[in-house]
């Protein structure tokens, strides 16, 4: 298995753990700034938990079909108890959001009942949301954009890839030609010897001829 994956993998089981265990005390606490503070620091981890999510497809995706297949399968499981737990702090989110509204209501059949302090609690809460809104809109950009760059990069990796397969056909086919050509040439080689030998017995029978017909035409005569 990819060492990589494996890293992400634990970070994220240990962030899900965490998750778990500060989701259920949350929903033990009484509706107040404890709660509220549990639930925003809830959505920093879920925000930290779906990167580590994006991170471990991108890894799954680059790696060979046999060992993707398996890493995607896990990673299902893995965005199931993630949106497991996204609807658990969206219900603490709802819960305690109904309560400041009730409080609102309330105070406005009352005016006298209602109190600076729930006033200022209203506008911490409000305050606290708007924060936890624009770190999720940033975290989701930032992931977006590492996802588009993290593809990018697998495409012109894929890309490289391709032609570094096409250049290694390329030298097989030319070292294939090269055997050829040195078979070719040692075969010319030895037809080359073996006409020279075939030239050479030739000419010097062509000699003995000369010298023998040379001989009985002087001494025959």
């Known amino acids: 298995m990819s060492e990589v994956f494996e890293g992400y993998e634990r970070q994220y089981c240990e962030l899900s753990v965490n998750l778990s265990r500060k ?8 509706d107040g700034e404890p709660k509220k503070q549990q639930i925003s620091e809830l959505e920093v981890g ?3 938990a779906d990167v580590l999510i ?3 497809d991108l890894e799954a995706r680059s790696l060979q079909p046999s060992l ?7 990673l299902r ?3 199931s108890d993630l949106n497991k737990l ?3 702090v969206n219900k603490l989110t709802l819960t305690s959001a109904n309560q400041v509204a009730h409080d609102l209501e309330s105070g406005m059949m009352d005016p006298h009942a209602a109190s600076a302090n729930q006033r200022e609690r209203l506008a911490m809460s409000t305050e606290r949301l708007d924060q936890s809104s624009d770190r999720i809109r940033e975290s989701r950009r930032i ?3 590492t996802e588009e760059l993290s593809v990018s990069i697998l495409g012109d990796l894929h890309q490289q890839r391709e032609t570094l397969l096409h250049s290694h056909n390329k030298l097989h086919g030319v070292d294939d030609a090269i055997d050829k050509s040195k078979k070719i040439l040692t075969s010319m080689s030895r037809r080359i010897s073996r006409n020279k030998w075939i030239m050479g017995s030739v000419i010097g029978a ?3 001829a000369i010298i023998i017909i040379l001989y009985f035409k002087l001494f025959h005569h």
Do not use: G, H, Q, V
């Open 23 to 30: 989701c259920n005390s949350a929903a033990l606490l009484a």
């Open 46 to 48: 879920l925000d930290d």
């Open 54 to 56: 994006r991170k471990m």
């Open 68 to 74: 993707k297949a398996t890493l995607l399968a896990k």
């Open 77 to 79: 499981e893995y965005k």
């Open 86 to 88: 996204k609807k658990e």
């Open 143 to 145: 992931a977006l954009e």
């Open 206 to 208: 062509l000699i003995l």
